[in-house]
């Protein structure tokens, strides 16, 4: 629409003080709100800060999980701007800077853009359906995704059980097989990226992890099932083939060095607390699995 309005719109868009975003280049969680700030980026300016590191610490032997090396144990740093807009010190989180007003939850944060980018006018498709009923669909399949697919990736990356990383891969493949069969078109809902797919995304492009980890037993299949797992390798590179998807991929080898603190047993995140505890990622307990936890 090149109505003088929008044009209006568009513009006191550009002129508003840009969110700051706090996020870590190696988040999963993280990378779900950067895709749909890149989608947006026109119409929602931000300024990335990096708030989520990681330091060494010894081993107390007060420890309730044993590492299978006793090195030290990798803590999460975490920066005072994030701790001051997020006390839970979680990413991503994002932050009016002249209000201190924030947003955290990485599926809220992809919702939370796209509102606030279709407000201002945004020239990219929304990442939510125009019709309430399936907004709601899209919802409920991106809470299973989180829950099924993301969850057991770290199943897979952390639990020392065989037979607890089979069942996990297991549970991992059946949550892209769902997806998969509810592809509308090019993406989950249409022609263009959204929600579903911002939920799954970050997690299917580091699915290479648990080979590399953990074996060839652990590889999701290139074909097979009546063209399934064709049309869901299809989805993924259709997505990578953005441009602004593209360049918020991780590098890979990078990202494989970061992440075997994980494979190791020494990271002490929430995420990786919780599940060496016996729960699924998207259960940790801020007060169980809190990264100090012992």
């Known amino acids: 629409d090149g109505s003088p309005m929008v044009a209006a719109v568009r513009a006191a868009a550009r002129a508003a003080a840009p969110l700051r975003y706090f996020s870590a280049w190696f988040c999963p969680f993280a990378h779900r709100a950067t895709l749909a700030l890149e989608h947006h980026r026109g119409a929602v300016a931000y300024e990335w800060e990096e708030a ?30 994030l701790l001051a807009a997020n006390p839970q010190g979680m990413v991503p989180t994002l932050l009016e800077t002249t209000s201190g007003r924030s947003v955290y939850e990485s599926l809220l944060c992809i919702e939370f853009v796209d509102e606030l980018a279709i407000e201002r006018g945004s020239s990219a498709p929304s990442m939510l359906p125009s019709c309430p009923f399936e907004r709601a669909a899209a919802r409920l399949s991106a809470q299973r995704v989180n829950k099924e697919v993301c969850s057991a ?12 990383r089979r069942a996990g891969f297991a549970a991992l493949c059946d949550g892209l097989r769902v997806f998969t069969s509810e592809l509308r078109g090019d993406f989950w809902g249409g022609n263009s990226l959204g929600l579903v797919d911002c939920v799954l995304l970050p997690y299917a492009y580091r699915l290479y992890v648990l080979q590399h980890y953990r074996g060839d037993h652990f590889v999701v299949p290139s074909a097979g099932e009546e063209g399934l797992w064709e049309r869901y390798h299809a989805w993924l590179e259709r997505c990578l083939s953005l441009d602004y998807v593209a360049r918020t991929m991780p590098d890979k080898v990078r990202y494989l060095e970061h992440v075997a603190k994980y494979a190791e047993g020494r990271a002490r995140s929430k995420v990786g607390n919780a599940v060496r505890r016996g729960v699924a990622a998207h259960d940790y307990d801020d007060k169980l699995d809190g990264d100090d936890a012992r």
Do not use: C, I
């Open 52 to 81: 989520l590191g990681w330091e060494k610490r010894p081993p107390t032997g007060d420890e309730d999980f044993s590492a299978r090396e006793r090195k030290d144990w990798f803590y999460h740093w975490k920066s005072p701007g």
């Open 153 to 164: 990736y770290y199943r897979v990356l952390v639990r020392e059980d065989d037979a607890e």
